[in-house]
T-cell receptor
Framework: GAGVSQSPSNKVTEKGKDVELRCDPI?????LYWYRQRLGQGLEFLIY????????KSGLPSDRFSAERTGESVSTLTIQRTQQEDSAVYLC?????????????FGPGTRLTVT | AQSVTQPDIHITVSEGASLELRCNYS??????LFWYVQSPGQGLQLLLK??????LVQGIKGFEAEFKRSQSSFNLRKPSVHWSDAAEYFC??????????FGTGTRLTIIP
């Protein structure tokens, strides 16, 4: 079946503009995660959705970052008033319900460049 | 709080040589441990995972890893590397239904 997809694959934006990144998880996966990967660094957790539970937003770096997910479908990560330090690859992952041993399946990422 | 340390930022090995990538973790309970590989321009792919049972786990592409509770380690090994193994490798720790905590990665370069 189809894997996790993300769009756009690349985004170049000017400082101060808002951007919206999209993630389509694997069908049936109730959990969805967003991570940020800065150049040469590991993955930084941003936010986690699990079904209809309140999302875990503990990783969002500032109030300029927000994310939404409707049910168990697509998620969007929005960055308002982008800054140059927001330049990174944004990775989305999805997994099965928390009640089971799980494996996170990652999308190819969106490379965001803020000029 | 959980954490993962990958002490080697960059490793270079010759094609055909053996490989060991180190991973140490800190976790309050029995950890679930993972190794992911990220090829250039690609997303992360799961190589192997440990949840319980046999402490030596086999993964894809000929990789294996051994969980050593006494050393809080989960090192990744491969007996003979191929040029296609050149990539970034990430160790991660987590629990069911929780976010993963990733190490900073080890970049593997293969020389002929």
């Amino acid at each position: 079946g189809a894997g996790v997809s993300q769009s756009p694959s690349n985004k170049v934006t000017e400082k101060g503009k808002d951007v919206e990144l999209r993630c389509d998880p694997i069908s049936g996966h109730t959990a969805l995660y967003w991570y940020r990967q800065r150049l040469g660094q590991g993955l930084e957790f941003l936010i986690y959705f699990q079904g209809n539970s309140a999302p875990d937003k503990s990783g969002l770096p500032s109030d300029r970052f927000s994310a939404e997910r409707t049910g168990e479908s697509v998620s969007t990560l929005t960055i308002q008033r982008t800054q140059q330090e927001d330049s990174a690859v944004y990775l989305c992952a999805s997994s099965l319900d928390r009640g089971n041993f799980y494996e996170q399946y990652f999308g190819p990422g969106t490379r965001l460049t803020v000029t | 709080a959980q954490s993962v340390t990958q002490p080697d930022i960059h490793i270079t090995v010759s094609e055909g040589a053996s490989l060991e990538l180190r991973c140490n973790y800190s976790y309050g309970a029995t950890p679930y441990l993972f190794w992911y590989v990220q090829s250039p321009g690609q997303g992360l792919q799961l190589l192997l995972k440990y949840f319980s049972g046999d402490t030596l786990v086999q993964g894809i592409k000929g990789f294996e890893a051994e969980f050593k509770r006494s050393q809080s380690s989960f090192n990744l090994r491969k007996p003979s590397v191929h040029w296609s193994d050149a990539a970034e490798y990430f160790c991660a720790v987590g629990a069911v239904g929780e976010k993963l905590t990733f190490g900073t990665g080890t970049r593997l370069t293969i020389i002929p």
